[in-house]
């Protein structure tokens, strides 16, 4: 009896010895793959898993005869995963020798707690096999798409640039960059514990959405022309700057658009901001004579003068209030016609005086000045008016003659281009329409009148 009671007490300590150890080894296997199991899994993702933005091919721009102004392609970029780097300093050095880099700047990337840095982006061929060639461990290459302008500086005030991640910085790019850049997607480089690339479609984790094309008003043989004439003057006269802009009067299609100095987008880092100015929207300037025009407009309207009508020239010296006004040469009596055929400054602000500044200054308004075109370009200035409230005794005498008032170039075209559309202003613009990459349409820009800015008679007598 004594003995059946001992081995029985024995049995149960050796059980209970077993599952002492039993139970821990339960309690711990529950822990570590019930209650850590986030914290594992996202410590294996870290080590295994690389994520990184898959950017689609940016939209292409043409011409309107469908010539290539703008494409995208894909390049290799280079970059490292610093958790799969052991000697840090060797490699920064040997990847800063290689790509011409700071190699202090490289080693504080490599040495963040990251799987993913970028080392340089956009790399030559060359230096795509040279990568490959050295085989660093946790150093590799991926694909990215890259900008290319086929025409180097034609219309690159038209169609700006893109920055490193395919966003656009100026010009078409910028304006239509939602249309152009497409949605981004979500991917993941897996790798094996030997940092083997592990190629499966299970880690594509969203799709890029394709991006759409545009097609431009421009076209590339009259922009070609207007570039060549207008360096041609540029250079003759040593300008500061130029600017040409060549629109159709009766849609507000524009044909081309060009500055001095300019710059090639492949390369647009390598220009200050005064080449990459687009001074045909952005800057303004006194327009001078052009701008008698305007006043024509107003008194042929109006019906304070009309075409045959003479008037005294002062033969070349006419002053109003402490302002002396003179013509390039002395004008006794010249026709309305005349005047502004010989561009009389006298003759034009006699013929100013006969009209109200506030009638004068509302025709000034409804030919667009003082107001942005609404062009479809970032940046645009809105030129400068005064109100007549805000005039002078000599304003009457400056601003019939462009003086007093600051415009910009693609104000004054606008201006002109309703006199020659019968007088009716219309929106300028350089997109004809958009389409996806099954050459669909998804968005037209048709003709888009403003205002009437005179009568169809008054703008034939001007034309």
């Known amino acids: 009896m004594h003995e059946k009671s001992y081995n029985s007490r024995s049995a149960l ?38 994520y990184y933005k898959i950017t689609p091919n940016r939209g292409a721009i043409y011409d309107r005869k469908m010539k290539k102004l703008a494409v995208s392609f894909d390049v290799s970029s280079c970059y490292a ?202 800057d303004i300037f006194e327009p001078g004579s052009v701008f008698k025009i305007i006043l024509a407009t107003a008194a042929l309207e109006e019906g304070v003068i009309s075409l045959d009508d003479e008037v005294y020239c002062e033969e070349g010296s006419y002053k109003v209030y402490n302002h002396t006004l003179h013509d390039y040469k002395p004008f006794k009596e010249l026709t309305f016609k005349e005047i502004i055929k010989y561009s009389s400054n006298i003759g034009v602000v006699k013929v100013a005086q006969r009209l109200d500044e506030n009638v004068f200054y509302n025709y000034i308004r409804k030919f667009g000045f003082g107001k942005e075109t609404g062009i479809d370009l970032p940046g645009e200035e809105d030129g400068l008016v005064k109100q007549p409230s805000k005039w002078s005794k000599i304003s009457i005498a400056a601003i019939p003659i462009g003086q007093e008032i600051a415009v910009t170039s693609i104000e004054m075209l606008s201006a002109m281009s309703a006199i020659a559309n019968d007088g009716i202003l219309v929106k300028p613009h350089h997109v004809k329409y958009i389409i996806n990459h099954h050459n669909e349409r998804i968005k037209e820009f048709k003709t888009e009148p403003v205002r009437r800015v005179c009568s169809k008679q008054t703008a034939e007598k001007l034309k």
């Not at 080894?25 to 899994?41: A, G, T, V």
Request: charge should be positive; glycine fraction near 4%.
């Open 81 to 282: 995963n610093p958790r799969k780097i052991v000697e840090k300093e060797r490699v920064a050095k040997k990847l800063a020798a290689f790509f011409n880099l700071d190699e202090g700047l490289l080693l504080k990337r490599l040495e963040k707690d990251k799987a993913f840095v970028w080392i340089k982006r956009h790399i030559s061929e060359e230096e795509t096999r040279g990568i490959k060639d050295l085989k660093i461990n946790g150093v590799d290459l991926i694909k990215e798409s890259k900008r290319f302008y086929p025409n180097q500086i034609l219309a690159s005030h038209i169609l700006g640039f893109v920055g490193i991640d395919n966003e656009g910085l100026a010009g078409l790019e910028l304006y239509y960059n939602d249309y152009l850049r497409g949605v981004p997607g979500l991917s993941i480089i897996s790798k094996d514990a030997k940092g083997r690339i592990i190629y499966t479609k299970e880690y594509q984790i969203t799709h890029a959405l394709n991006s759409y094309d545009l097609v431009l008003t421009i076209d590339r043989f009259i922009q070609y022309i207007a570039e060549r004439e207008l360096e041609k003057v540029y250079r003759k006269y040593r300008a500061k700057s130029a600017s040409i802009i060549i629109m159709n009067p009766r849609t507000g299609e524009i044909l081309a658009l060009a500055n001095r100095p300019t710059f090639n987008p492949n390369n647009f880092s390598d220009y200050d901001n005064s080449h990459r100015r687009n001074r045909a929207v952005c």
């Open 13 to 50: 300590i050796l059980f209970l010895f077993l599952l002492l150890p039993l139970s821990i080894y339960i309690c711990r296997l529950f822990y570590l793959q019930i209650i850590k199991s986030d914290y594992f899994e996202h410590l294996a993702d870290r080590q295994h898993n690389i």
